[in-house]
């Protein structure tokens, strides 16, 4: 992968401001843009969500906002007041997730939230013991835990024994209770399959089951309108550089015949989208610290790592990595560095599990340099572990357009 002179120029500015070892680089340009084109290819009948989870930074908030996107996909009361924050209106919040607290669904229906979706019979008696107490009614959806996965994709949410959602075979047990209930207003589905698809085929796939079932449900159950489908998220990002892009155009056709063919016009469908919108406007920087021989291996040491930046290691992937040469003179006449040969890269963490990237391919590098870990802005610095070993938390860069066209970085620090 090659990085633009702009984030290359900034990575160099960065790094030479008091001695910063390790930092986050965000342009949200990308992230705009995709919105922007999502907006102006899908059917007229989906409304595209930001799922915050993917990088909760203000930055990345007002960069939906600016965009346009419907609303915000929120998974836990801070996410929420977040959200408040960056200036959604609660009406434009979806709050999915297991496990929601008393707390959380007391201040999604005291909020008058857009839609809470129900994980299980518990959590929607919970809600309607709270809607009863607060005299108001709120609008739900489903989600469902089907009986279908997609084959290949980066992590699967369907299909087996699953936290997430209600199990497709009980819904004709727990369906009649749900629509019973007189504080609680079924609106519709959530059904998310699986994430990191890269195959439109395959999400289309999904989305033709999930019609199928949301038919079903309809014909079984007398009131029960899905009147909202939810697909959560899916669409891949092409970490491994296989030039296997996700098609959100192709998607957009698919999905806009099987809406015709269903005759499912009426319909609001939902898009979470998070990883596909975030991962290509942030970089995780690192300065490698140190390069040695070990039995045959090269292993790069660096000043963060997965304290920083744990999804390469979470994910068993390696992301695309850029050297950024810093010409600092060596330390002495034999100190090691690499060229043209696969390495491993890991940070300054007593464990073995703290790895950047496995057996990776570099032309060269020296003690010094920066690793630029690309594709980055996505599940990046907020899902780490940064109090292991008490290491600097990392900056986190914002790279703003001024109106003199001069492109500037300075901290936005989270929190």
């Given at each position: 992968?090659?990085?633009?002179?702009?984030?290359?120029?900034?990575?160099?500015?960065?790094?030479?401001?008091?001695?910063?070892?390790?930092?986050?680089?965000?342009?949200?340009?990308?992230?705009?843009?995709?919105?922007?084109?999502?907006?102006?290819?899908?059917?007229?009948?989906?409304?595209?969500?930001?799922?915050?989870?993917?990088?909760?930074?203000?930055?990345?908030?007002?960069?939906?906002?600016?965009?346009?996107?419907?609303?915000?996909?929120?998974?836990?009361?801070?996410?929420g007041e977040s959200a408040l924050k960056a200036g959604f209106e609660a009406n434009r919040l979806i709050f999915t997730g297991p496990g929601k607290s008393p707390e959380e669904l007391c201040w999604s229906v005291e909020n008058s939230i857009r839609t809470i979706?129900?994980?299980?019979?518990?959590?929607?008696?919970?809600?309607?013991?709270?809607?009863?107490?607060?005299?108001?009614?709120?609008?739900?959806?489903?989600?469902?835990?089907?009986?279908?996965?997609?084959?290949?994709?980066?992590?699967?949410?369907?299909?087996?024994?699953?936290?997430?959602?209600i199990d497709e075979e009980k819904l004709s047990e727990y369906m009649p209770i749900i629509l019973g209930l007189d504080f609680i207003r079924f609106r519709?589905?959530?059904?998310?399959?699986?994430?990191?698809?890269?195959?439109?085929?395959?999400?289309?796939?999904?989305?033709?089951?999930?019609?199928?079932?949301?038919?079903?449900?309809?014909?079984?159950?007398?009131?029960?309108?899905?009147?909202?489908?939810?697909?959560?998220?899916?669409?891949?990002?092409?970490?491994?550089?296989?030039?296997?892009?996700?098609?959100?155009?192709?998607?957009?056709?698919?999905?806009?015949?099987?809406?015709?063919?269903?005759?499912?016009?009426?319909?609001?469908?939902?898009?979470?989208?998070?990883?596909?919108?975030?991962?290509?406007?942030?970089?995780?920087?690192?300065?490698?610290?140190?390069?040695?021989?070990?039995?045959?291996?090269?292993?790069?040491?660096?000043?963060?790592?997965?304290?920083?930046?744990?999804?390469?290691?979470?994910?068993?992937?390696?992301?695309?990595?850029?050297?950024?040469?810093?010409?600092?003179?060596?330390?002495?006449?034999?100190?090691?560095?690499?060229?043209?040969?696969?390495?491993?890269?890991?940070?300054?963490?007593?464990?073995?599990?703290?790895?950047?990237?496995?057996?990776?391919?570099?032309?060269?590098?020296?003690?010094?340099?920066?690793?630029?870990?690309?594709?980055?802005?996505?599940?990046?610095?907020?899902?780490?572990?940064?109090?292991?070993?008490?290491?600097?938390?990392?900056?986190?860069?914002?790279?703003?357009?001024?109106?003199?066209?001069?492109?500037?970085?300075?901290?936005?620090?989270?929190?």
């Open positions: 992968m090659i990085i633009s002179e702009k984030i290359e120029h900034a990575v160099r500015v960065q790094s030479n401001k008091n001695g910063a070892r390790s930092f986050y680089l965000y342009d949200t340009t990308s992230m705009r843009n995709k919105i922007t084109y999502l907006k102006s290819v899908m059917p007229q009948e989906v409304d595209v969500f930001y799922a915050m989870k993917a990088n909760p930074h203000p930055a990345f908030l007002s960069a939906a906002q600016e965009a346009g996107v419907i609303g915000i996909e929120i998974a836990s009361l801070g996410e979706h129900i994980e299980s019979l518990t959590e929607v008696y919970r809600l309607n013991e709270i809607c009863k107490k607060s005299h108001k009614v709120q609008d739900i959806l489903v989600r469902v835990n089907a009986n279908f996965d997609i084959h290949g994709a980066q992590a699967t949410f369907s299909g087996g024994s699953r936290k997430l959602g519709g589905l959530h059904v998310y399959a699986a994430s990191g698809v890269l195959k439109v085929e395959d999400l289309l796939m999904n989305c033709k089951l999930v019609f199928h079932l949301a038919r079903n449900i309809e014909e079984t159950f007398n009131g029960a309108a899905c009147d909202i489908i939810d697909f959560g998220g899916g669409f891949g990002v092409d970490y491994l550089e296989s030039r296997e892009d996700f098609s959100p155009d192709r998607y957009a056709d698919g999905l806009r015949h099987l809406i015709t063919e269903y005759g499912f016009h009426d319909r609001r469908f939902v898009l979470e989208l998070g990883r596909y919108l975030a991962a290509d406007s942030g970089w995780y920087c690192t300065e490698i610290l140190d390069i040695k021989e070990s039995r045959g291996i090269k292993q790069v040491v660096t000043a963060g790592g997965t304290n920083h930046f744990r999804r390469p290691a979470a994910l068993s992937i390696n992301h695309p990595v850029v050297i950024i040469p810093m010409k600092q003179s060596p330390l002495f006449s034999s100190q090691e560095n690499v060229y043209k040969e696969k390495v491993y890269i890991g940070g300054p963490l007593c464990n073995s599990a703290d790895k950047l990237a496995n057996d990776i391919f570099i032309d060269e590098a020296h003690v010094g340099d920066i690793a630029v870990f690309c594709l980055a802005g996505a599940y990046g610095l907020s899902m780490s572990h940064m109090e292991f070993l008490s290491h600097a938390r990392p900056d986190e860069i914002v790279i703003f357009p001024e109106k003199d066209g001069v492109e500037y970085a300075y901290p936005h620090l989270c929190g």
